[in-house]
C-alpha cells in the first residue's frame, strides 16, 4: 500500500519510542504561562463557564487543520513558537505520514482577551467520514467550530460532511478560509463555494494563511466572541461527558471528558451512570498539550480524568460520570459505531498467529470502533475478522498495527456486509428471525430460501472540476451508482451525489476516481440504506474442489466478469505441477468461468553428474522447503502467495 | 593409510562409541560439530572410487556453456601436468582408497591435452591404487580434426572409451552453439574413434536447440542412429547465465522451444531410441549392448569419487587423518591459483564440507531416481541405520499419490521412477526429499532420548 513507500525503518523506530516516552512520563507538566497554585499546578477554579469555549477545527484532509492547531497552541503559549512545531496534536505515527488525524486530542489554552483570561479547549477531530464518530464524539463536547478551507481546493467531499455534522448539532461555525498566501488560492471562489453551500453571510470568514500565522490571533478572538460558552452550571452535582479514552499500561483507562456540571477532584468516588461501577479519581488534569494534573476540574471544561478502570470496555465512550452519592440524569450518549467494512487479517506465519493477536488486542484497546472476531481459514490459518468503519480507518488500523506493533499480516479484500429476507420456515425457525445480515460467504442462504438479498447502499459526496464529468458518470454507472444530486458550487466545479452500493467502492473505487480525475476529485460517504439487490455466491473451484476462502458473494451482473477475473488471477499464480489444476468460478452448480494450468509434461534437468550434484540438490531442496508453505488442495499445490494474491486487496 | 583390517576395526570401534572419534587437528576446523556426531557408519568407508579429472581449457567459447572453463593462448602443459599428478597423488592419499574403478577426463575440454599428461594422471593413479587394466577409462574428446588427428596417442596413453561432443548434426545450430567443428568433422571423428574404440564411444547430442521442431529433432536422431556405436547422453539445452546463448535469448535474437515442446522432443529421443533398441538407463543417457559407462553410474549409486583439477567437486571419506566422514570437496577453479595451491601445499582444495546423514541420504535418493534401475533398498538401508525404503516411503502420502499417477513404484527391494515418472522427476523428488526429511529429525529426537536415558 501507498505508505510504504515513505516509510524509514529508523525514523519509525525513534517516533514510536518518542510516543511511548510521552505516554510512559507521569504525564509530566510543560512549560506554562498562566497561574499556578503552590505546588505548582493550575488552579481550574480560576475559570468559570463563561470563561470557557470548547471548540474544534474541521476541515478535508490536508486543508491545514493541524497547522492552524499548531499555531494557535503558540500564540497562546501553550507551546513555545518553535520551527519543529508540525502537528503537535498529531501523535500517532500514522496521522503524521498521511497528514491525518485518527484520533481525537484535546488542547487547553488560556488567552487574554480583554483583560479576562479565558481557557479554550481546542479538541482535535478527525477529518475523514470513516472517522465520523470520533468526530461526533468530539463536537458533543463543543459549542462551536471552525471550518477550515484551502484556497486553493475549494470546498471538498469532506467539508460538507464535516460542515453538515456542525450544523444538525446546532454548533456556531466560524468559516475559515486558508492558504491565502499560496500562488494559485483563489480565496474568492472559495467564498462563493462556501456561500452557495452553507449559507454563509460575507462578514463571517476569515482568511488566513496558517502557516505564516497570517491573521491567526484573531480568530482566538473569535472563539471568544462567536462561541457560546457550555451551558453548565456550577451548582448541579458533578456531570460528564466521557467522550474519548485511550489506554495505557500502566494506568488503565486514560479517559476524556467534558464535565458538564458541578466539579470533580481527585479522590472523589465517581460512578459511571452505563456500568454502575463505582472508582477513585486518581488523577484530573487537562491536555495542555501534554498531560497536566490540575486536582480540579470544573463545569464547563475539558480534561483527562484516570480513575483505575482496567479496561477500555469499562470506559464506555458516551457514557455519563457522576459522583457516587448523587447520580445524575445520563446524556444521551453514542450510538455505537457500527462497523460497515470487513476484512480479514492473518499472521504471514502461523508461528506469528500469538504476536497479531496481541497486536490486534492492543490496538482495539485503544480504538473500541473495531468490531474483532477470530477466524480461520484452511489456506491462510487461524486469523481474525476485523470490522471497521470504512476504508481509511481500515488501513489506518493496518498500518498502525504494522508501525506501532510491528506486526506483518494478510489483509484480505474487504467485504461489507448484506442482509437477506428469509422465505423458508426452517432457517426462520432457526435463525428466529426473518431478516439476517450475512457477514461471511458461507453464512450466504441459497436463492430458494430468500424473499430477497439487501445489500448496504451509501450516499457518496464527489466534488470535481467538470471537465471529468463524463468520465466520473461512467465510473459511477459501471459501479452501479445511481445519480442524486448534480449541483454547480462555482463556475467550473461540482458537486455531485450518488448512491452507491458499498460493496461497489470498498476496494478500488476511490482510487479509479482520483486517477480518472488526475487527482482533483474529492470523494466522501455516508450510510444510507440496505436495499433489494440481485446477489449470487460465486465460488471458486480447484480441480472440483471448493475453496472456501475465495468465495465471494457479488451482484449477479458482476459475477461474470468477477469470475472470469478471478480464475485468470489464479491461473497466473498457481505453478503448473504434475497433475493438472482445473480453475472453476461457479454460480451454485454452473460454472461461468474456467482455467486450466496444463500438467508438467516434463520436468527433469537433463544433465547431472560431479559439479552439478550439489547445485541441482541445492534447487530441488529450496523446492521442496517451497512445498512446505503450499497448501494442498486435493492434489493441488497452493503457494500461498497465491491466496494472498487473489485475496489481497 | 589403513588396511582392510585396520579399516574394519575402526568402524567397529566407531560401532561401539560413535562419539569419541579422534579427528585430528589439522582437519577438524572444517568439520562441523554436528556432522562428527551424527554420520553413521556405512559405505561410505568403502576403500574403492572413480577418479574425475578435469582440463580447464578451451579453445573457444561455446555458447551455452558455463562450466568452468578457460580460453587461453598459452597453456603450460608440463606444469599442468605435475599438477594434476601431484593432486591426484595427495587425494588418493587422503581418500585411503585402494580401488579405482573407473577414470573420467572432463572439462574444458581434454582432448586438447597432451596424451602424456593423461598417460602421467593414470600412471599415478596405479601406484597409488589399484587401477585394474580393464577400468573404464574414458575421455571427452572434440570431434574436431585435429584432436580426431590424437586418437590413436590417447588410446596409448591408456584410454579406452570416447565421449564425443557431437551435440548436434545440424551446421546451422553448430553455428549457434559456437561449436569449433563441422558435422563432416563429426562424422569424421566417430568413425575413428569407433575403429579405435570400437563399442565404447559415446556421443553427446543437445536438445532444445533455438528453433529445433520435433520432425527436425527425430530426422537427426535417425541421423545420428546411422553413425552412432552403443552410447548416448542427450541433453537438454539450459540457458545459463552469463553465456552468450543466454543474452541473445534475452534480448530476444534467440527463441528457445516452450516447455511443451521440450517435452515432446524429449519423448520423441526417448521412443527413437528405444525402437533403435538403446535401453535408457538415467534420465538423460541410453546404451545398448551393455555399453552403460560404469564411471557415471557410480555416481548414480552414490560411489565415492575423487574429483581433481582446477573445481572439481569430490565426495569421499578422508582417512589419511583418521576423519572417516564423507565430505564434499571442491577445488580451487581458476588454473593459475589451482597450480600455485597444488605446489604450495600438494593439493588445490579450496572447500570441504561434511556430508551430515540426512545430506548423503538426500543425495542419493536423488541420484538414484535419476536411473531406471532406481534407489535399491540395499543402499538406502546402508546410509538409513537400517530403515527400509518401505518404512519411511510407504506411509507418505505423496509417494501414494505419486504411485497411483503412474509415476513411481516402490516395492520392497526399490523405489524407481516409472517412465513417466522419470519425464516429471523434478517435481516427484521435493516430496521425497521433504519425506527423507522427516525421517531424519525423527531420529534424531530417538537418538536424542537414547542420550538422555544412556547419559
Known amino acids: 500500500m501507498m505508505w510504504k513507500r515513505f516509510l524509514c525503518p529508523l525514523c519509525q523506530r525513534i517516533r514510536i519510542i518518542t510516543h511511548n516516552v510521552g505516554y510512559l512520563a507521569p504525564f509530566a507538566s510543560r512549560r506554562h504561562a498562566s497561574s499556578k497554585s503552590s505546588d505548582g499546578q493550575i488552579d481550574m477554579s480560576q475559570f468559570p463557564v463563561e470563561n470557557i469555549r470548547n471548540f474544534s477545527i474541521i476541515a478535508h484532509v490536508d486543508h491545514g487543520k493541524s497547522t492552524l492547531a499548531d499555531r494557535l497552541l503558540e500564540l497562546t503559549g501553550t507551546i513555545s513558537q518553535e520551527a519543529s512545531n508540525k502537528q503537535v496534536l498529531d501523535k500517532l505515527q500514522v496521522e503524521r505520514e498521511r497528514g491525518i488525524t ?29 472517522f465520523n464518530y470520533e468526530v461526533s464524539r468530539s463536537l458533543a463536547a463543543c459549542q462551536g467550530v471552525l471550518l477550515l478551507v484551502d484556497a486553493n481546493q475549494g470546498v471538498q467531499a469532506q467539508t460538507v460532511a464535516n460542515f453538515y455534522l456542525a450544523f444538525e448539532s446546532e454548533l456556531a461555525i466560524i468559516p475559515v478560509i486558508n492558504k491565502i498566501d499560496l500562488k494559485q488560492a483563489d480565496v474568492e471562489s472559495t467564498e462563493e ?46 456531570k460528564a461527558l466521557l467522550f474519548d479514552s485511550t489506554y495505557n499500561h500502566y494506568r488503565g483507562a486514560v479517559t476524556s471528558v467534558a464535565v458538564v456540571d458541578g466539579r470533580v477532584r481527585q479522590g472523589d468516588r465517581i460512578s459511571s451512570a452505563h456500568t454502575q461501577k463505582t472508582y477513585e479519581v486518581q488523577e484530573v488534569g487537562i491536555m495542555s498539550p501534554d498531560h497536566q494534573a490540575t486536582q480540579e476540574l470544573h463545569a ?3 480534561g483527562y480524568l484516570i480513575a483505575g478502570m482496567k479496561s477500555i470496555q469499562e470506559a464506555r465512550i458516551g457514557d455519563t460520570l457522576h459522583l457516587s452519592n448523587s447520580p445524575v440524569e445520563p446524556l444521551p450518549g453514542f450510538k455505537p459505531a457500527k462497523p460497515m467494512v470487513f476484512g480479514g487479517i492473518f499472521p504471514m506465519d502461523q508461528s506469528e498467529y500469538r504476536d497479531l493477536k496481541v497486536a490486534v488486542d492492543r490496538l482495539t484497546l485503544n480504538d473500541s470502533s473495531v468490531t474483532v472476531a477470530k477466524d480461520s481459514s484452511p489456506a491462510l490459518g487461524l486469523g481474525f475478522r476485523l470490522g471497521f468503519l470504512g476504508l481509511l480507518h481500515m488501513e489506518v488500523f493496518n498500518q498502525r498495527l504494522e508501525q506501532e506493533y510491528n506486526a ?16 423458508s ?82 476496494v478500488d473505487f476511490y482510487d479509479q476516481l482520483k486517477s480518472i480525475t488526475s487527482g482533483y476529485a474529492s470523494f466522501d460517504y455516508e450510510d444510507h440504506s440496505y436495499e433489494p439487490a440481485e446477489l449470487v455466491k460465486l465460488d471458486v473451484l480447484l480441480n472440483g474442489q471448493a475453496i472456501s476462502e475465495l468465495s465471494t458473494i457479488v451482484h449477479k451482473d458482476k459475477a461474470y466478469p468477477v469470475g472470469k477475473a478471478l480464475a485468470s488471477k489464479l491461473k497466473n499464480v498457481i505453478p503448473r505441477q504434475l497433475y493438472e489444476v482445473i480453475i472453476q468460478a461457479a454460480l451454485g452448480g454452473r460454472v461461468i468461468a474456467r482455467e486450466t494450468v496444463k500438467a508438467y509434461k516434463k520436468n527433469v534437468l537433463a544433465k547431472c553428474y560431479g559439479g552439478d550434484i550439489s547445485r541441482k540438490m541445492k534447487l530441488l531442496k529450496r523446492q521442496a522447503e517451497g512445498k512446505k508453505r503450499m497448501k494442498k488442495i486435493g492434489n493441488v499445490d497452493v503457494p500461498k502467495d497465491a491466496f494472498i494474491s487473489v485475496l489481497k486487496r | 593409510m589403513f588396511t582392510f583390517e585396520e579399516n574394519m ?34 559405505q561410505c568407508l568403502a576403500d574403492d572410487a572413480v577418479v574425475y579429472v578435469h582440463w580447464p581449457y578451451c579453445k573457444r567459447r561455446c555458447t551455452y556453456c558455463n562450466f568452468n572453463k578457460y580460453i587461453s593462448a598459452f597453456v603450460d602443459h608440463a606444469r599442468m601436468r605435475r599438477c594434476l599428478v601431484q593432486e591426484t597423488a595427495t587425494l588418493l592419499q587422503q581418500s585411503g582408497v585402494q580401488r579405482v574403478n573407473s577414470v573420467f577426463f572432463g572439462g ?63 551446421p546451422p545450430d553448430l553455428q549457434v552453439l559456437g561449436r569449433d567443428h563441422s558435422v563432416e568433422d563429426s562424422l569424421r571423428a566417430i568413425q575413428e574413434g569407433r575403429t579405435l574404440f570400437p563399442g565404447r564411444v559415446s556421443i553427446d547430442l543437445i536438445f532444445g536447440r533455438p528453433g529445433q521442431t520435433v520432425e527436425a529433432w527425430q530426422r537427426e536422431l535417425q541421423q545420428a542412429l546411422s553413425v552412432c556405436d552403443d552410447h548416448i547422453s542427450l541433453y537438454q539445452l539450459t540457458l545459463e547465465r552469463g553465456t552468450a546463448l543466454y543474452r541473445q535469448v534475452q534480448n530476444k535474437q534467440q527463441t528457445v522451444p516452450d516447455p511443451d515442446t521440450m517435452a515432446d522432443l524429449y519423448a520423441c529421443a526417448r521412443e527413437t531410441l528405444h525402437s533403435a533398441g538403446f535401453q535408457q538407463y538415467e534420465v538423460s543417457n541410453f546404451a545398448r549392448n551393455g ?51 597444488v605446489e604450495r601445499r600438494g593439493h588445490g582444495t579450496a572447500k570441504r564440507t561434511a556430508l551430515s546423514q540426512l545430506d548423503m541420504l538426500e543425495e542419493t535418493l536423488m541420484l538414484g531416481l535419476r536411473t531406471t534401475e532406481g534407489l535399491t533398498n540395499e543402499r538406502w538401508q546402508q546410509l538409513s541405520g537400517g530403515s527400509s525404503l518401505q518404512d519411511i516411503f510407504g506411509t507418505s502420502e505423496a509417494v501414494q499419490e505419486f504411485v497411483k499417477a503412474g509415476l513411481l513404484e516402490l516395492s520392497h527391494s526399490v523405489l524407481r521412477a516409472t517412465h513417466a515418472g522419470l519425464a516429471v522427476l523434478d517435481s516427484i523428488i521435493p516430496d521425497l526429499l521433504l519425506t527423507t526429511q522427516d525421517f531424519s529429525s525423527s531420529l534424531q529426537r530417538t537418538e536424542a532420548r537414547a542420550d538422555i536415558e544412556t547419559g
Open chain 1, 193 to 238: 463555494q462556501m456561500r452557495r453551500l452553507f449559507d454563509f453571510k460575507e462578514e463571517d470568514f476569515f482568511k488566513i494563511s496558517a502557516k505564516l500565522g497570517l491573521n491567526c490571533r484573531e480568530i482566538l478572538d473569535a472563539v471568544i466572541q462567536r462561541i457560546p460558552p457550555p451551558k453548565s452550571d456550577p451548582n448541579q452535582p458533578w
Open chain 1, 425 to 506: 420456515d426452517k432457517l426462520i425457525k432457526q435463525y428466529k428471525t426473518e431478516e439476517i445480515t450475512i457477514f461471511s460467504p458461507a453464512e450466504f442462504p441459497e436463492r430458494r430460501d430468500v424473499t430477497e438479498y439487501l445489500e448496504p447502499m451509501v450516499l457518496g459526496t464527489i466534488i470535481t472540476p467538470d471537465v471529468h464529468l463524463n468520465r466520473i458518470f461512467s465510473l459511477c454507472e459501471a459501479k452501479r451508482g445511481e445519480q442524486v444530486d448534480f449541483t454547480y458550487i462555482d463556475t467550473s466545479r461540482v458537486l455531485l451525489k450518488y448512491k452507491l452500493p458499498l460493496n461497489e467502492i470498498v
Open chain 1, 300 to 302: 464547563g471544561q475539558v
Open chain 2, 291 to 341: 555399453a552403460e559407462s560404469s564411471h557415471n553410474q557410480s555416481y548414480w549409486r552414490g560411489k565415492q569419487y575423487i574429483g581433481v583439477g582446477p573445481g572439481a567437486h569430490s565426495r569421499f571419506a578422508s582417512r589419511g587423518s583418521g576423519q572417516i566422514i564423507r565430505e564434499v570437496r571442491i577445488q580451487t577453479l581458476e588454473p593459475g591459483q589451482w597450480m600455485g595451491a
Open chain 2, 108 to 170: 574444458g575440454t581434454p582432448s586438447l591435452a597432451l596424451p602424456q599428461t593423461l598417460a602421467a594422471v593414470l600412471d599415478v593413479i596405479s601406484q597409488h591404487a589399484l587401477l585394474p587394466v580393464d577400468a573404464e577409462v574414458t575421455l571427452e574428446a572434440n570431434p574436431s580434426s585435429t584432436e580426431t588427428n590424437k586418437l590413436r596417442e590417447f588410446k596409448a596413453a591408456g584410454i579406452n572409451r570416447l565421449s564425443l561432443g557431437i551435440q548436434t548434426f545440424s
Open chain 1, 408 to 423: 506483518t499480516a494478510i489483509v484480505t479484500t474487504p467485504s461489507v456486509p448484506c442482509k437477506a429476507r428469509l422465505s
Open chain 2, 9 to 42: 576395526l575402526l568402524l567397529s570401534l566407531r560401532l561401539c562409541s560413535i562419539r569419541k572419534i579422534s579427528v585430528s587437528r589439522q582437519f577438524s576446523s572444517f568439520i562441523s560439530e554436528k556432522s562428527q556426531t551424527s554420520s553413521r557408519p556405512s
Open chain 1, 102 to 130: 485518527v484520533k481525537a486530542q484535546t488542547a487547553s489554552m488560556f488567552h487574554q482577551y480583554q483583560g479576562k483570561t479565558y481557557l479554550l479547549n481546542l479538541i482535535d477531530t478527525p477529518g475523514h467520514v470513516d
